[in-house]
């Protein structure tokens, strides 16, 4: 049976082309693509990983994703873990949160960049989002989470990794030596640790930069080098040559 790369996370975890197809986007932004690159070019960083690692793939990458979606996302995928699967968890900006919606049961995602909800005004949310940022009781609830899955991953024998786009929360974690090397890229860590500055700063590009399209998500550059440098991660992890 082959084993699963289960990736959870916000729109940073989102498959590459599947991100530029959705229609949130300006579809402009695949057009210009596809007038540069092949279909096959568009290749997410967790390809990387599961082509090298003959792993299927069970991409769970919301946009605008709070890190209660994530966690909940991985839950919802508990019965599809199995034995020497692995499982990456991205941990988005712990200022966002998610309420009900008024008219749907679905959940509606609050960012940092909304400047009002329905029912919320912008004091209001201006007081949430601050409460969110500076309370440790918030990054606090992450750790909680992790110890959750790391028991429930040590039970299978399945590995997990993590990494956050959030430097506030990175940073958080790594003065309270909550950092380890489950962690991708840990012998490269220091204070102030930034994923996305770590693989632009090795050759990746953004959206915005491939394409006249202000989009700050990797682009084709660094979804491959995200995916390349975390499968040496992995690999060498795992001691598989």
């Known amino acids: 049976m082959t084993n699963t790369l289960h990736s959870f996370g916000c729109s940073f975890s989102e498959h590459f082309l599947e991100r530029l197809e959705n229609s949130y986007l300006n579809h402009d932004v695949l057009n210009s693509y596809l007038e540069l690159y092949k279909r096959d070019d568009l290749k997410s960083w967790h390809e990387y990983i599961s082509n090298d690692l003959n792993l299927e793939l069970n991409i769970q990458g919301h946009s605008g994703g709070s890190n209660y979606q994530i966690f909940e996302s991985l839950c919802n995928s508990v019965d599809k873990f199995k034995e020497n699967d692995i499982i990456i968890v991205e941990w988005s900006y712990v200022n966002r949160f998610r309420l009900s919606g008024e008219d749907s049961e679905n959940w509606t995602p609050i960012l940092s960049n909304h400047s009002?909800?329905?029912?919320?005004?912008?004091?209001?949310?201006?007081?949430?989002?601050?409460?969110?940022?500076?309370?440790?009781?918030?990054?606090?609830?992450?750790?909680?989470?992790?110890?959750?899955?790391?028991?429930?991953?040590?039970?299978?024998?399945?590995?997990?990794?993590?990494?956050?786009?959030?430097?506030?929360?990175?940073?958080?974690?790594?003065?309270?030596?909550?950092?380890?090397?489950?962690?991708?890229?840990?012998?490269?860590?220091?204070?102030?640790?930034?994923?996305?500055?770590?693989?632009?700063?090795?050759?990746?590009?953004?959206?915005?930069?491939e394409v006249n399209h202000k989009d700050p998500h990797f682009g084709i550059a660094g979804n491959k080098i995200f995916g390349e440098l975390s499968n040496d991660y992995i690999k060498n992890y795992l001691k598989i040559s």
Not at 130 to 146: A, F, G, H, P, V
Request: hydrophobic content about 35%; some cysteine; overall charge negative.
């Open 116 to 209: 009002e909800h329905s029912f919320i005004d912008k004091e209001s949310l201006n007081k949430i989002l601050y409460l969110r940022e500076t309370k440790n009781q918030y990054k606090n609830e992450i750790i909680s989470y992790m110890n959750i899955i790391n028991s429930l991953c040590d039970s299978k024998n399945i590995k997990v990794f993590y990494w956050t786009i959030d430097h506030m929360l990175f940073n958080y974690f790594y003065d309270n030596n909550h950092i380890n090397d489950s962690w991708l890229f840990f012998d490269k860590h220091s204070s102030n640790f930034n994923y996305v500055e770590f693989i632009l700063n090795n050759g990746g590009l953004k959206i915005e930069d």
